[in-house]
């Protein structure tokens, strides 16, 4: 049975918690990569370290996972060095993804006149499923960042000052180890918030790199061998009123997991650690998978404080993140040169 675990902070200490609703497990170990450590190394599996290392301790998991405990929700992966930690992903995996970004740089659709979104994702429809043992078409790759613009659950997302929106992209995150040999290794997947500028990218294609570059959330839970078949959930934008109460401003019913995607997992996993610099023994890397609809593509502007909440079935509870915009103009970025 898959099995869930969170990462925890008290000042400077740090916990694993196992999720045992409505409790948290405390283990005596201080992150999931010191747990890879020990299971990697010692050649045991994950169930028998967490087994190991339970301490008999247990917190309320609402209070913390409302923020009324002194323990604080992490990320549920990190590495000590966040720059040997990649965040990335693959756009235009789902059923349903190629028409929010088709809308966003529209032509009349003919053969010969197909947006390149279109081109891509229909190469992911024809050669995105390979059979066991041949390589398909490789899927649209984008680079989000290291290990610093990751946030955890309840942590604001930045709309930074130079940027032109911030909008949530409800996805599933794979997170890998690479091992000593330089053999990626699926460690789980967790819930993920992609954040992405959606109005810069709308203005050429070309600007999709540029609109990745900016904090990103998962969690709270990491799911260790979870069902990735058909995974159901839903994305909601939610805006605080005068009283302090929350209102929906949208929501949608979503799906991810293989049934609903033109790539399978698998050619999405050798597409991205094809690359020698992506097997770098001991580095993490956290992929998100694709998104099937967000709030940008039916119209819906964020505004500051809203709260973005991602949900899918089997992967813990919700992962609510508000939206910050920086107000203040950002200033001229100037470059001196070395004498």
Not at 78 to 100: F, M, Y
Request: proline content about 5%; some cysteine; charged content about 25%.
């Amino acid at each position: 049975m898959p099995f869930r675990v969170v990462q925890l902070l008290l000042g400077n200490v740090r916990r694993l918690g196992l999720v045992e609703e409505p409790q948290l497990a405390l283990l005596e170990i201080a992150s999931v990569h010191a747990l890879l450590g020990q299971a990697l190394n010692g050649g045991t599996s994950l169930g028998k370290a967490i087994d190991g290392a339970r301490n008999g301790e247990h917190l309320d998991y609402d209070a913390v996972y409302n923020g009324r405990a002194d323990w604080k929700l992490l990320p549920p992966i990190d590495h000590p060095e966040p720059t040997r930690l990649i965040v990335s992903g693959t756009g235009l995996t789902h059923l349903g993804s190629a028409k929010n970004r088709d809308a966003m740089h529209e032509r009349p659709q003919d053969e010969e006149n197909l947006t390149d979104s279109m081109k891509i994702f229909r190469w992911g429809l024809e050669r995105g499923r390979p059979a066991a043992g041949e390589t398909g078409v490789a899927p649209e790759w984008f680079y989000k960042g290291t290990g610093a613009s990751l946030r955890g659950h309840n942590e604001p997302l930045n709309w930074p000052a130079h940027a032109e929106d911030g909008g949530e992209e409800a996805e599933i995150a794979g997170v890998y180890i690479v091992d000593a040999a330089g053999n990626p290794v699926r460690i789980g997947m967790a819930q993920g918030n992609e954040f992405s500028d959606h109005v810069f990218e709308k203005k050429n294609y070309l600007n999709l790199a540029g609109s990745k570059l900016r904090t990103c959330s998962i969690g709270p839970e990491l799911v260790i061998d979870p069902d990735f078949s058909r995974v159901p959930g839903r994305a909601r934008v939610l805006r605080r009123g005068a009283d302090g109460s929350e209102a929906s401003v949208w929501s949608k019913e979503i799906a991810t997991g293989e049934s609903e995607m033109c790539h399978s997992l698998a050619n999405i996993e050798h597409h991205h650690f094809k690359f020698d610099g992506h097997r770098r023994p001991g580095d993490v890397h956290v992929h998100f998978y694709g998104a099937c609809a967000l709030s940008f593509g039916e119209g819906v502007r964020l505004q500051d404080g809203d709260v973005m909440e991602v949900h899918f079935d089997g992967f813990g509870r919700p992962l609510r993140n508000p939206l910050r915009v920086e107000k203040a103009q950002q200033a001229l970025v100037m470059v001196r040169t070395l004498r």
